[in-house]
């Protein structure tokens, strides 16, 4: 019997006790050993929820029992998590965790300790939530050269994108309908400017690439500036917008960026609309591969905490090597990046299109039916191309176009 800990009784770990519980006939048959919740550590106490007799409120009791050989860590956030996560693996507790944020900071740091003591540090939620993502990644796509990596990484953002292309309205009033819809935090900073798939895309770059990257390297654009124009103007080209993740391999360096793109509907993602995730793995040898399905929730997430937890179970004292190392990823500097551009400048057509075409060359214009500006897309050119171009004419908006 495999006893287990988990840390934080919130909603992902509130769901990883009801799947152990709930499944565990199944799990016992998966794992070949039962797998039983020992303890779960929380500030409060749940009177009315039968996991009160399991309810610790000291960490050191998890720590020094050497009954609990799988720590589980929902609490989120770095602190205490990470001195908690590292506790557990110097102590010769495996641990698996759905924490982004710990993950994408401390990866290369936490994967050498359970290395060195012989456990295992797993972490599949963190990215895609119950989307299989990481262990696919690092096994079934291993002989593969990773040459992309792109994805709609973030539910919240996909639903307010979907709701304004599909109703016509506005950021702000789709994001409180998000908002009360729980599809949005209180505080939405992390999802709407970008955060939180930038630390995904750092996650999955860092392991396609075996270095890590830091996610503060990574250029990060949200869709607070997107309007309903900018939708109108992508529906005259027969397009989306859609915020994605994404990296490639650029010679011996590679690219990485988190921003909005227009993209039509050849394009593999055009369809992954409201809170679906998906992403999209090109390899050199397998082509294009693409994991689709829920990117949140509570049991989606949970499901794939379990899936650790039943590997956990499956390696006791055996350490699958990750490779992930403390070197820096070599980044293309951003400037040298390249797309076309979907650009809106102050100004008419019949005022501003000769300035334009001076500052981009050839442009395709773009009519939507507003008097008051131009829209285009430019040819593809760099990102340093596009900066020094746009100091030449009034810019309102411009997405970076897939077509």
């Given at each position: 019997?495999?006893?287990v800990?988990?840390?934080?009784?919130?909603?992902?770990?509130?769901?990883?006790v009801?799947?152990?519980?709930e499944n565990?006939?199944?799990?016992?048959?998966?794992?070949?050993?039962?797998?039983?919740?020992?303890?779960?550590?929380d500030?409060?106490?749940?009177?009315e929820?039968?996991?009160?007799?399991?309810?610790?409120?000291?960490?050191?009791?998890?720590?020094?029992?050497?009954?609990?050989?799988?720590?589980?860590?929902?609490m989120?956030?770095?602190?205490?998590?990470?001195e908690f996560?590292?506790?557990?693996?110097?102590?010769?507790?495996?641990?698996?965790?759905?924490?982004k944020a710990?993950?994408?900071a401390?990866?290369p740091?936490?994967?050498?300790?359970?290395?060195?003591?012989?456990?295992?540090?797993l972490f599949e939620?963190?990215?895609g939530g119950g989307?299989p993502?990481?262990?696919?990644l690092?096994?079934?796509l291993?002989?593969?050269?990773?040459?992309?990596?792109s994805?709609?990484l973030?539910?919240?953002?996909?639903?307010?994108l979907?709701e304004?292309?599909?109703?016509?309205?506005?950021?702000?009033?789709?994001?409180k309908?998000?908002?009360?819809?729980g599809?949005?935090?209180?505080?939405?900073?992390?999802?709407?400017?970008?955060?939180?798939?930038?630390?995904?895309i750092a996650?999955?770059?860092?392991?396609?690439?075996?270095?890590?990257l830091?996610?503060?390297?990574?250029?990060?654009?949200?869709?607070?500036k997107?309007?309903?124009?900018d939708?109108?103007?992508?529906k005259k080209l027969?397009?989306?917008?859609?915020?994605?993740g994404?990296?490639?391999?650029?010679?011996?360096?590679?690219?990485?960026?988190?921003?909005p793109k227009?993209?039509?509907?050849?394009?593999?993602?055009?369809?992954?609309?409201?809170?679906?995730?998906?992403?999209?793995v090109?390899?050199?040898?397998?082509?294009?591969?693409?994991?689709?399905?829920?990117?949140?929730?509570?049991l989606?997430?949970?499901?794939?905490?379990?899936?650790?937890?039943?590997?956990?179970?499956?390696h006791?004292?055996?350490n699958m090597?990750?490779?992930?190392d403390?070197?820096?990823?070599?980044?293309?500097?951003?400037?040298e990046?390249?797309?076309?551009?979907?650009?809106?400048?102050?100004?008419?057509r019949?005022?501003?299109?000769?300035?334009?075409?001076?500052?981009?060359?050839?442009?395709?214009?773009?009519d939507a039916?507003?008097?008051?500006?131009?829209?285009?897309?430019?040819?593809?050119?760099?990102?340093?191309?596009?900066?020094?171009?746009?100091?030449?004419?009034?810019?309102?908006?411009?997405?970076r176009f897939?077509?």
């Amino acid at each position: 019997m495999i006893k287990v800990s988990v840390l934080g009784y919130g909603t992902v770990g509130s769901g990883v006790v009801q799947i152990l519980r709930e499944n565990a006939e199944l799990i016992t048959k998966k794992a070949g050993q039962g797998i039983e919740v020992k303890s779960v550590l929380d500030l409060r106490d749940f009177p009315e929820d039968p996991v009160q007799e399991l309810i610790v409120h000291d960490f050191e009791e998890i720590k020094n029992d050497d009954e609990v050989q799988i720590v589980v860590e929902t609490m989120g956030g770095l602190h205490p998590a990470y001195e908690f996560v590292k506790a557990s693996l110097e102590s010769g507790k495996s641990v698996c965790t759905s924490n982004k944020a710990l993950v994408a900071a401390y990866g290369p740091e936490l994967l050498a300790v359970a290395q060195e003591k012989n456990v295992n540090f797993l972490f599949e939620a963190s990215v895609g939530g119950g989307i299989p993502i990481i262990r696919p990644l690092k096994v079934s796509l291993a002989p593969e050269e990773i040459l992309e990596i792109s994805g709609i990484l973030n539910g919240t953002t996909n639903y307010i994108l979907t709701e304004m292309t599909d109703k016509g309205a506005d950021f702000d009033s789709v994001l409180k309908e998000a908002q009360d819809k729980g599809y949005a935090e209180k505080d939405p900073t992390a999802d709407i400017e970008g955060h939180d798939a930038c630390r995904k895309i750092a996650i999955l770059t860092s392991l396609a690439y075996g270095k890590q990257l830091d996610f503060e390297d990574i250029y990060t654009e949200g869709i607070t500036k997107i309007t309903d124009r900018d939708i109108n103007y992508a529906k005259k080209l027969g397009a989306k917008v859609k915020i994605f993740g994404s990296s490639k391999k650029a010679g011996d360096k590679v690219s990485a960026m988190v921003a909005p793109k227009l993209i039509m509907p050849s394009h593999p993602l055009y369809s992954v609309d409201g809170v679906f995730n998906a992403i999209l793995v090109k390899g050199n040898m397998v082509g294009d591969v693409m994991f689709y399905g829920q990117g949140a929730g509570k049991l989606a997430t949970a499901s794939a905490v379990v899936s650790d937890v039943i590997d956990e179970s499956k390696h006791v004292n055996v350490n699958m090597k990750t490779l992930w190392d403390a070197e820096k990823l070599a980044l293309m500097p951003l400037s040298e990046a390249s797309s076309k551009f979907f650009v809106r400048v102050h100004g008419s057509r019949e005022e501003v299109e000769k300035k334009v075409k001076n500052a981009f060359g050839a442009v395709t214009p773009v009519d939507a039916g507003y008097n008051d500006e131009f829209g285009f897309v430019t040819e593809e050119i760099t990102e340093g191309a596009y900066e020094k171009a746009a100091n030449e004419v009034s810019v309102i908006n411009k997405i970076r176009f897939e077509g």
